[in-house]
């Protein structure tokens, strides 16, 4: 393993290659494979960006048929017979079974761009400047989708004031607190300072800022906020759409109706650029090209989200193993927290994105390097790097994930130096959330 | 032919798909194909992305025998062999040779996100809100790039305004007057009201803008005044470098040596989504994971890019072979200015990016469209659309070249109402701009 | 009485002259006359500018002599005499007494100006953009003072967003929660959103806003929060200062010690235009005639500014007036609150600003014309118009204090269509605060 | 004379007093006399505030009278008897024989505020946040005004960047460019990055940007862009207004027709604080009390204002007597220019604002300097302090004008070390310019 070059060359903003130093070389379903040929269980998955795994092998096949036969790989926003047949896909299998009326905007293929796009929007739509984010929110780097993220260390980074956007606090923030009193107080009282937004853009859970977790009542006093004063509601499900909490979009459950939604990671389905920002056919009051990018139609990404929709969500069966799986995961965190009390550990998460957060400074990141030398990769999330996230492709096999969630538990107990707890059979932890493949 | 479901979901921002209402299916080279088998010859090139044409055999080849071994397709910013080996055939064949000092940064996939970066470091860098833009400039659509974009049809999207940028005229844009004078004179003034920026964004020819293009004299003017001023010097590369003037970077006979350069579009060669942002060391103040995004690492472009380099940049024919064709262009052009009086033509650009610009209130327009009918894409720039942009694959075959245009003229001279010029053999231009495949 | 011109000629901007729709012409003590021979009680005190009355005999001596010796009006901030002997004067009779270290800046006659100043320095000094101002602040209408003011009528008067403030509750806003604890979580959050600001701008009363008092100990962790994040603690006591609480400073009680006051309004004593930005020594770091402006020296100001200090600042006198005079005016609205049920009032204030809530729509606006009619000038104030505020001078008769009070019991009782509460004897209220003359 | 009490306790932002380091105590005219009985001749006038000199014996005897009939001093912008006689004369006296039809807003009693005013309406008017404004120019140090005001000393102390203003070149800004030419080009090209403003603020001579003067035809070209946009012109007049250049407006004699006027400095003629709006009548869309301030209604100085009027204004006399000793200044100026080459002068100006401008760095501070120590008070303006500005009372005696011209020369030939020229007899440069008092 030789990192010479990166250090040499690449600019010091590189990121993950810190947490996980050494080339990678080869992926499949949950599985990498780096240069020395370890082998290691994937529990971050991209991001977020691979609920169905490394090169998903129906997927692949789509993808090298589509290029033997030179299928248009870059033509700007033309039609092209690959963008034709996702949104009749996406249409058919999405959209038409759950009732929802939206239009497709392809804004570039990166989640900050759809958010850029649907920020953009519910400007022009209402008239005005101002927009509510959320403690802790994260929706994007470019500097509109900065503005909405909470982060200091992206934030700084910007070098200039991040403008026309107001931070209220989240489901939870204050103990005690429903937080949405506080903003409807704030927007009934003309005296509040609080400019009438035209949009609340949140996320249903909060993967960058914690794995926290808004409440489906509070989502639902949220929208009914947002009705009352005229305000849009986007949500911003790009790291947990997609299936990651069970429901194809994570608002399902909640019996909300955002009125623009983005998406991403996942939406390709194979790891490569894509993204959508789905709006009320009434809102799509866009002139032509006014929002473009050279990379909207990434028609290799359209292939392989495509054959994902088709593989995936035509039944309801995945969704139920993606609720069993994080239902195991959840029982998995649960047990850490009551089995190790030195490690101040709590639960977080919906599905199967799970935060395990501590209070103990420093321990989760001193977990996750851990886990890297036993074969494991995840990461943490959370202000303070508080909270191991676990985000395993939602495709992973139970007895993968079982390893990986032992391999993880050893980690805690020696970052503790305590022992394994004797009740730490995770494979009983898969029986009681039921059977599966 | 049916483009109900782009007409039905897709959003009225879709843009080029007006321009060229058809569904494309296949491509190859300088050609494209649609559904119902019209064949049309490419001066559009993905806007500039398609510098080596569309599915390019060596590096499809690659890119299969990638996918094939399951190579890691996602990793966010994780090392990985494709990455490794495209930093090392970019230093390689393009950095040393060229005797340049820079530092490598992935700041996502797209074009806006590499100017979103290098704004920010260079906010960063110099502790300065400000940033000086162009008249006509395009550096892309997500906020703070969109700041730095002229045209009103973007700059409106925004629904906020758009703060910490100053415009300033570009070469040529008041007739008589060398603009970078005024610059001067309201830089040195302490009273001009004009901020000292950051840094100075520029292309060294506006393809979006309408193919204008500024003198190396100019650009070195600029440079100069950048020292003197203590300010940073970005050059965005992403529409004319990667060869489409004649060298790998537009820049470099102007012996500008810029600060920070960004470079997209035809970077991966294949049409895939990939940007970079280079910079001088000294300026690399990033600090780890500033600037983050899921698809720094979209590790299929890497592999393209590495083969684009490989097989284009390791000597200099294919620099020549870029000079020989754009010359034709350019005599083609003026050919065109001459022959035809009616359209009020003149000719602009430089390398393979060439403009037929005209005073006459919407010919452009009318001729593109015609030129579609006919099975030439090629599209119009400019405030008002007042540019007819030629931007073929590089790599187009010099008999496809006079072909399209000739089709392109008989196009000019059916608009214009007039009979084709007799002298108009494309093919003697061809000659008259030297001999070649 | 002909108000003809005014209509014509006068913006519709005009204010005041609305709800007393008549022309002044003489006014002395709390007492003002119109055209048509009708006296007033003036309960308004132009806003709080005139704690010492109109014309004060003492301080019209001295102005009378300064014209007639020719002494210098205006000499932007040259030195004059005037401002040598009012400069003296607040340090011996303010400043030292209270053990207090601040210099002294003339930022322009008006009390927005001096937040505009105060704003300014803070962000200089912590070299940080972000501000955080209170919900139903009021801190001025020149744009750096307006981006901390929370009305949407003056807001919205901008026609641009107001960037760089953001509000956070004042106490009470939120019953049940005490709101220095959301500002102490989003400070500590580093993913919050909430930049670390430069400063937190406060009035400990807000009179604009609805006479909203924020408690001693609230305010006091409000210091202690500024001081464990490194933010400078603003008072604006340009409305509550100059005695209105009771003490020369608003916050004497509250035992905190900003690190910037702004005074206006009363300063001058006289209701000419004058304030003061008062700094903790260390900050003062403005660079020579960074802040100008033409009427920083209104020497007239100096002139009867320093005469209010001698007469009613050299002693205890004074507060203890205040204090029984306030005391009788919170009794009497209590004694409203209790008597007269159907208006649903509450009372609020401290001192000498005691304010009349009422929870039904449009009744203080009522009460207040009613007033008007009857002789007795009262304005309303917060969002809603929903309190009536008692700002009479500090020097108000007792007597007169009390006619007052009894006609706009009269108002009450009219407006709500009741009888006249037997217990309401005014006069018993005066002996139950207290004796004086 | 003792500062000692400035230097401990006023901030270091103070200025004139650093120029004029001593403590005046009276002044009469274009006299003023200090502490140690010294006399000065005051070639400063406050700035351009006291046009009618110092303590003009007519308007201190209606404000002594006002006074001792406890007339209102602070109401507000409630109506006083002061404020209709003021808007009564202002309308006979100024508007009506100029056929103006303007409506009138008092903003607050300094040029800053009305300025803020000024750009609020046009931003309202037009639902456009842009404004353009000038190299040079000065307009205020509050956030909105100090966002079009161009010197860097005033621009660094925000503190936080200035939004939504671009600056463009004033008349004569490049040698042998009309700069209106850039501005039309930069306004009809959609895509120049210059936003549609709602208005362009101007001053037709730059008093603190350096004397700089725009001529007429120049103004006229600005005046029909303005119309050809839809762009509202705002003369910002408050230092070369009220009789400066000769006539009453600065832009009369130009015949262009602002859609919005800012006046105050002399507005007062007694150098009270005081300004105003004058806006087109289609335009005052003013919500009523959108934007207030508590010293609206300045009632002394109302009494004054009144008094100037009726003093100077109901004839063309002073006028003509304006444009006599502006001419007597200019040829003083010219005379200067000729015969010291070593001190680089050139002449600038317009009436009885006139500049002497020095390429020498440091030259007219040095010379300013002599004045104060020969008894001439004078300050320098410009980004560089490059220009001596001669701003006397427009009512100074011609004797004492020639008397502080010759004193000035001497300073010029002392600081330059060269002899007095033989020509330089002030009195007859007087006798050219026609006769006098």
Not at 426 to 434: C, F, M, N, Y
Request: charged share 25%; proline share 4%.
């Amino acid at each position: 393993m030789n990192l010479r070059i990166f250090d040499r060359l690449e600019s010091e903003v590189r990121g993950y290659i810190r947490s996980f130093p050494t080339i990678f070389t080869k992926a499949r379903g949950a599985m990498l494979w780096d240069e020395d040929g370890n082998r290691y269980i994937d529990f971050f998955a991209g991001a977020g960006t691979l609920n169905y795994g490394h090169n998903e092998p129906g997927m692949k096949a789509r993808l090298l048929e589509y290029l033997e036969h030179d299928g248009v790989v870059h033509g700007l926003d033309m039609a092209t017979s690959a963008k034709k047949d996702f949104l009749e896909t996406f249409e058919r299998v999405i959209l038409q079974p759950r009732h929802m009326r939206y239009k497709v905007q392809f804004p570039g293929p990166t989640g900050t761009n759809a958010v850029e796009a649907a920020l953009k929007l519910a400007r022009q739509v209402k008239g005005r400047t101002n927009i509510i984010a959320f403690t802790n929110a994260f929706h994007g780097v470019t500097s509109g989708a900065l503005a909405t993220t909470g982060n200091e260390k992206f934030r700084s980074a910007a070098g200039q004031p991040l403008a026309n956007v107001q931070f209220v606090p989240y489901d939870g923030y204050l103990e005690g607190v429903d937080t949405t009193e506080l903003l409807e107080r704030m927007l009934s009282d003309k005296s509040s300072g609080l400019d009438l937004p035209a949009a609340v853009i949140i996320e249903t859970v909060q993967g960058e800022g914690g794995v926290n977790t808004a409440r489906f009542e509070w989502l639902q006093r949220l929208e009914s906020i947002c009705r009352r004063h005229d305000v849009l509601l986007i949500v911003d499900d790009i790291q947990v759409g997609c299936g990651r909490t069970g429901t194809f979009f994570s608002f399902e459950r909640a019996g909300v109706s955002p009125d623009i939604v983005t998406l991403s990671k996942s939406l390709s389905g194979f790891g490569l650029p894509m993204s959508l920002v789905l709006m009320k056919p009434e809102l799509d009051i866009w002139r032509p090209s006014a929002h473009n990018g050279t990379f909207r139609g990434n028609n290799l990404a359209f292939v392989t989200a495509r054959e994902a929709l088709l593989r995936y969500w035509t039944t309801d069966d995945f969704a139920r193993e993606v609720e069993r799986k994080g239902k195991m995961m959840r029982l998995w965190i649960e047990h850490i927290a009551s089995a190790y009390p030195s490690g101040q550990f709590q639960a977080r998460g919906r599905g199967m994105i799970q935060g395990l957060a501590s209070r103990v400074a420093g321990l989760p990141n001193k977990i996750a390097a851990a886990a890297f030398k036993h074969g494991v990769v995840v990461e943490t999330s959370g202000a303070e790097d508080d909270v191991i996230k676990l985000l395993p492709p939602l495709t992973i096999d139970t007895e993968l994930l079982a390893d990986g969630l032992y391999l993880l538990e050893q980690c805690v107990a020696e970052t503790l130096g305590v022992r394994l707890a004797t009740s730490s059979n995770v494979r009983t932890l898969r029986k009681t959330a039921g059977g599966g493949r």
